[in-house]
């Protein structure tokens, strides 16, 4: 799994623990420091800023990827379509939480969108995913 990380650095224990809910390793985390210019159109930044990754198509389809998104809700908004349209999927985000001793903080979970996009279009039809299986719901 690699973890890319466009928000504050990660400490080897928020690393641990983003490991932990995914249930594997993280074999690489890429660190990207963004600076986007407020003049100029955020797309073009946004996707440049992906092509500077290193990434080949390859990787994006087929490495485990979870994003650790920035702040700002339009970059987070561009990136995720960004990834969406080199992946053939929406990636998995990590979401945070206060920690416990309200010192900063702490990874709470990671999101699929990919599966909640899947289930989105399954309610839209009318069918509901229960365990694992596709089941026609009633009405």
């Known amino acids: 799994m690699t973890i890319l990380n466009l928000a504050s650095p990660l400490s080897s224990e928020d690393k641990s ?3 932990a ?3 594997r390793k993280a074999r690489r985390v890429m660190d990207v420091a963004l600076t986007f210019s ?6 073009p930044q946004v996707r440049a800023m992906l092509d500077g990754l290193g990434l080949t198509s390859s990787d994006w389809q087929n490495q485990s990827i979870v994003v650790n998104l920035p702040d700002d809700p339009a970059a987070a908004a561009l990136i995720v379509a960004e990834i969406a ?4 999927r929406t990636p998995s985000i990590i ?12 990874p709470a979970e990671v999101i699929s969108l ?8 399954h309610q839209r039809k009318g069918w509901s995913l229960l365990s694992g299986r596709s089941v026609k719901g009633e009405g």
Do not use: F, N, V, Y
């Open 17 to 19: 623990m983003i490991a």
């Open 114 to 121: 990919h599966e909640i996009r899947k289930e989105a279009r």
């Open 95 to 106: 979401r945070w939480r206060r920690s416990s001793d309200h010192a900063g903080m702490e």
């Open 38 to 43: 407020e003049t100029e159109p955020l797309a």
């Open 85 to 88: 349209g080199r992946r053939g």
């Open 21 to 23: 809910l995914c249930g």
